[in-house]
């Protein structure tokens, strides 16, 4: 085991689930009901990573007059029944967690998603695997403030050294270097691997199992 970092903090959306399905419905959903033409995939993806009220809001730039409070209560309304439709773990994940669980890393999900949302979907997929998990909370401000990791670092009492940060986004990006904490990107998320590359993280992998390359 490298000794190096003791916990390990996980970004959700596009690093260890695949929940581009089920926003993109969800999307949808909330375009329908204010009679606008569907969004693919594509269009979604790049307003993910920064919360709901930003894909929300971002995901109605065609449209006028609409309340993005309101909007953001359409979304969340189908969302919170149907989060469950189709997100999976990325291939390799779960035998990547249970690799690193065994080897005697904490882990942690840090997420922009809301905090309950993060706690179902954890409880339903993982099943235990996370000794932490937390979202979107009045607690502390969201990424990529560096107040959700020194949440998450509080709670194991462990400091900034002690941790590594993965993700697959800018957001993650910045959320680590402001928590002035190492960082992992991966490229099967949501962002193309030149963006990743173009950032500079301390590590980039392309699948779960690279991982080990690294981190051993």
Not at 48 to 56: A, Q, S, T
Not at 78 to 89: F, Q
Not at 115 to 129: M, P, Q, R, T
Not at 170 to 176: G, I, K, N
């Amino acid at each position: 085991m490298n000794k190096k970092y003791k916990l390990l903090i996980f970004d959700m959306d596009g690093t260890i689930l695949d929940t581009s399905k089920d926003l993109t419905l969800a999307v949808n959903y909330m375009r329908k009901y204010y009679e606008l033409p569907k969004l693919s995939i594509q269009e979604v993806l790049k307003n993910l990573g920064y919360g709901i009220e930003y894909l929300v809001k971002n995901s109605l730039k065609d449209a006028a007059n609409i309340n993005v409070t309101s909007a953001k209560e359409v979304f969340r309304e189908y969302y919170e029944i149907h989060s469950l439709d189709n997100t999976r773990p990325y291939k390799g994940i779960i035998k990547l967690i249970k690799k690193l669980k065994k080897r005697g890393f904490s882990l942690a999900i840090n997420s922009n998603k809301p905090d309950n949302l993060v706690k179902e979907l954890n409880d339903h997929l993982f099943k235990g695997l996370f000794d932490f998990a937390i979202g979107e909370s009045p607690l502390y401000q969201k990424k990529p403030s560096p107040a959700s990791n020194n949440f998450i670092l509080n709670h194991f009492n462990l400091d900034k050294a002690d941790a590594l940060y993965i993700g697959d986004s800018e957001v993650d990006f910045e959320t680590a270097r402001k928590s002035k904490i190492d960082v992992m990107l991966v490229t099967w998320g949501f962002r193309t691997p030149n963006l990743l590359i173009s950032l500079e993280p301390d590590y980039i992998i392309e699948k779960p199992n690279n991982f080990f390359k690294y981190i051993v």
